[in-house]
């Protein structure tokens, strides 16, 4: 099983709230995604990062953004949560071609 | 040309059936072609990948069929089991950019 964690699991918050959405993964690996995803439907690539200090865009636009200090941790924040943002958040690294997917956050903003 | 086609969007078989899901891709560069599975709840986890220099590869009861002059792809799943129910999906990969093109994903229901 793929050592990547995701905090919390569930989160449910009133609109206009900060919140930083956690993952972390132990496997060293460089890559790292951010994907957003309604259940059971499309994975959309949100951010991602190559390495320390780099991090990119994915193709849907987000309000969110996110950082890359360390290889094994990288945080997702929204500044301003607001009902559209209600979601799967699913966190992934690779080290070659196979990504290994976190458990995911569910996020409702209410 | 980046984009991964995915069909059918949902699919019943009955126990003890094949399941097929199919796939299709326009960009040549694509070198890597993954199929994920992924439970209510949980993560997608990879479940049988295939590089385009064979046509065919098995693993259990589950199979990709690689056409690379159609540039096509599907996932056979044979003698499908209530456990398989889950949704899967294709991905392409073009090893340059490190990022996986998905497909929609095909929701699997298999029947006892």
């Known amino acids: 099983e793929a050592d990547i964690y995701q905090t919390p699991r569930y989160l449910v918050i009133g609109t206009g709230k900060k919140i930083t959405l956690e993952c972390s993964q132990t496997m060293g690996h460089d890559k790292m995604y951010w994907y957003q995803q309604d259940p059971g439907m499309e994975l959309h690539l949100i951010h991602y990062s190559y390495g320390v200090n780099s991090t990119e865009k994915g193709d849907l636009s987000s309000e969110s953004t996110v950082s890359r200090i360390r290889t094994e941790h990288f945080p997702l924040t929204l500044e301003s949560a607001r009902p559209s943002h209600t979601s799967q958040y699913l966190c992934a690294s690779s080290d070659q071609d196979e990504q290994f997917f976190g458990p995911g956050t569910r996020l409702t903003v209410l | 040309q980046q984009q991964v086609k995915q069909s059918p969007q949902s699919l019943i078989v009955q126990k003890g059936g094949i399941s097929i899901i199919n796939c299709a891709y326009e960009n040549t560069a694509f070198d890597y072609f993954p199929w994920y599975q992924q439970f209510p709840g949980k993560g997608p986890a990879l479940l049988i990948a295939i590089r385009p220099d064979v046509s065919e590869k098995k693993e259990g009861r589950f199979t990709i069929s690689f056409n690379k002059s159609a540039k096509q792809f599907s996932l056979h799943i044979m003698d499908s089991q209530p456990g398989d129910s889950a949704t899967y999906f294709c991905?392409?990969?073009?090893?340059?950019?490190?990022?996986?093109?998905w497909g929609a994903g095909t929701k699997l229901i298999i029947k006892p």
């Open positions: 991905a392409a990969w073009a090893g340059s950019n490190y990022q996986l093109i």
